[in-house]
């Protein structure tokens, strides 16, 4: 795998079943609102166009049964569209399929019972570079980029990562890195992190605001 960005979101409360309300998302999915746009923002680009060389974890955390990773690879993934109750519509119906030992739920959507540790670690072991985004980080406008290699963009949601999370990131030496000087949604981080990604490597990308 060369040349993907990958996205990891912990989702805190984020529901693990197919039991919600899609015109309900922040009350009755915990806050799966925030996993949709953070979605929407890493696959698609303007005009639901997807982004072949994404991946987008989201690591639901939430009752009943956490933890379960869904999984969206842009290079396989059809029909996607902006709309946070599309998006949260597939979420269900792949919650809904998901049997274990299964992983692959539909096209280009994955759900495991994976938890954030073993994924982040996962990724570790294979050698990708992680980062953490955090506005205490290095600049991201200061940081090198080579589009031969695999990127992994760790982000909370509105609660964020916990002291134990980041104490593993540290012990794997994942670099920590900045979009600005003060803390932004986790939809708006992702979206200048593409858009930085895509003015470096302009020749072959297209820009994503």
């Known amino acids: ?23 309900g998302l922040p ?3 915990g806050r799966m609102d925030i ?36 999984t969206i690879d842009g290079a396989e993934i059809e029909g ?13 119906e792949s919650l809904k399929c998901f049997k274990k030992g299964e992983e692959k739920v539909m096209k280009g959507i994955y759900v495991n019972q994976v938890g954030f540790e ?3 670690s996962n ?20 940081v090198y980029f ?8 760790i982000l909370g949601d509105h609660i964020g990562l ?12 994942v670099s920590m890195v900045s979009v600005g000087p003060k803390s932004l949604l986790g939809s708006h981080c992702i979206a200048i992190v593409q858009n930085e990604l895509d003015r470096r490597f302009s020749s072959s990308r297209s820009s994503s605001l």
């Open 1 to 23: 795998m060369q040349g993907k960005r990958i996205f990891v979101l912990k989702a805190n409360k984020a529901r693990t079943d197919h039991k919600f309300h899609l015109k």
């Open 27 to 29: 009350s009755t999915a």
């Open 35 to 70: 996993v949709c746009r953070c979605i929407s923002r890493a696959l698609l680009y303007y005009g639901n166009k997807p982004r072949r060389d994404t991946v987008f974890y989201a690591v639901l955390l939430g009752p009943p049964q956490p933890p379960k990773t869904i």
């Open 80 to 92: 996607l569209r902006s709309s946070e109750i599309a998006i949260a519509g597939l979420i269900r």
């Open 118 to 120: 073993d994924l982040v």
């Open 123 to 142: 990724f570790a072991e294979r050698e990708y570079n992680l980062i953490y985004l955090h506005e205490r980080g290095k600049d991201v406008r200061e």
């Open 146 to 153: 080579s589009l031969n290699e695999v990127y992994v963009f």
């Open 162 to 173: 916990n002291k134990e999370d980041e104490l593993l990131l540290e012990k794997l030496g």
